[in-house]
């Protein structure tokens, strides 16, 4: 799986949308882009993947760059239960392999 | 909405022990995992499963671990010989079969604590 780059931490303000960037500089054409969060110690839990085209569901969007070499997930109104280490994965199999991801704060 | 469950949620164990760690996928899923996450530390993946074998295992998951699906419901991790380092949360993980678009989410379970004593 190709190594991804992640801010260790951000904050963002309830209400407001939570741009969280992710670089994967070295993807390869068959990898897909993952996100997960984990809030506390509980389970990850999926949130969007993508291959070359932007996503969007009803938790996030995903925004894949033409050249694949970094994404961007977007919450669009952060709520304090958003509050979670967001987890940036690219992989072409089915192991995933996590990283430290960036811990997201949502303040009132 | 369907879920991964998994029991117990906290095991405690002293070394030398067996023990097996139970998971009930999501029921029309077809791939299974298991992770685990020692306190503090990043989420490993351990074994995936599909359709009754072994399909990638981690350098973790040594001739001491094994899965098992023994039923058409539930998903098996069996530590032989339990060790203090085997401390950790361990997530079941299931998927469904790839979409059209590719790709393959994991939806995962609550966890099990396992302690080591």
């Known amino acids: 799986d190709a190594k991804t780059t992640q801010p260790t931490s951000m904050d963002c303000a309830e209400g407001r949308a939570a741009n969280l960037p992710c670089n994967h500089s070295?993807?390869?054409?068959?990898?897909?882009v993952y996100w997960y969060r984990q809030i506390h110690s509980q389970g990850p839990q999926y949130i969007i993947h993508?291959?070359?085209n932007n996503e969007t569901n009803e938790m996030a969007s995903l925004i894949i760059t033409e050249d694949r070499k970094s994404s961007t997930l977007i919450l669009p109104h952060a709520t304090l239960r958003d509050t979670a280490v967001y987890y940036c994965?690219?992989?072409?199999?089915?192991?995933?392999?996590f990283g430290a991801g960036t811990t997201v704060t949502v303040r009132a | 909405e369907p879920e991964v469950t998994q029991t117990p949620s906290h095991q405690v164990t002293q070394m030398g022990q067996e023990v097996i760690l139970r998971c009930v996928p999501i029921?029309?899923?077809?791939?299974f995992y298991w992770y685990r996450q020692i306190l503090g530390q990043k989420v490993e993946f351990l074994v995936s499963?599909?359709?009754?074998?072994?399909?990638?295992k981690s350098e973790i998951f040594d001739d001491q671990f094994s899965v098992e699906r023994p039923d058409g419901s539930n998903f098996t991790l069996k530590i032989r010989s339990t060790k203090l380092e085997d401390s950790a949360m361990y997530f079941c993980?299931?998927?469904?079969?790839?979409?059209?678009?590719?790709?393959?989410?994991?939806?995962f379970g609550p966890g099990t604590r396992l302690t080591v004593t």
């Open positions: 993980a299931s998927s469904a079969t790839p979409r059209r678009g590719g790709g393959l989410e994991q939806y």
């Open positions: 070295t993807i390869s054409g068959n990898e897909y």
């Open positions: 993508g291959l070359k």
């Open positions: 994965i690219a992989s072409n199999d089915y192991k995933l392999s």
């Open positions: 029921s029309n899923h077809l791939y």
């Open positions: 499963f599909y359709n009754n074998e072994i399909s990638e």
